[in-house]
Nanobody, 124 residues
């Protein structure tokens, strides 16, 4: 397993942007598919986006498509989530997740490693 640490969360006004980073420890990071999930208060955790081990394949939830971009830098053991045009409904704790199998997935139980989460609050 890799250890994951998210950073970059905070408070932003609607329409603003934030970039989350997820730093991974471990030499096997480059073979992992990575994903971002989020959980709003009183709601279940939901899929946001995922990226394959090479970065060549990505997948987005409809709710964030066209606004969020996932990317990774395997040399830096880091995955990023660029969030633009943020909406109040994007408010949630965002979790970085790693999957030992390099293919992307939108199912949280497919992921083996999880970060501690970072809070994103979007004010209207």
């Amino acid at each position: 397993q890799v250890q994951l640490v998210e950073s970059g969360g905070g408070l932003v006004q609607a329409g603003g942007s934030l970039r989350l980073s997820c730093a991974a420890s471990g030499r096997t990071f480059s073979s992992y598919a990575m994903g971002w999930f989020r959980q709003a208060p009183g709601k279940e955790r939901e899929f946001v986006t995922a990226i394959s081990w090479s970065g060549g394949n990505t997948y987005y939830a409809d709710s964030v498509k066209g606004r969020f971009t996932i990317s990774r830098d395997n040399a830096k053991n880091t995955v990023y989530l660029q969030m633009n045009s943020l909406k109040p409904e994007d408010t949630a704790v965002y979790y970085c997740a790693g999957r030992r199998i390099p293919a992307i997935s939108a199912i949280d139980t497919d992921f083996d490693s999880w970060g501690q989460g970072t809070q994103i609050t979007v004010s209207s």
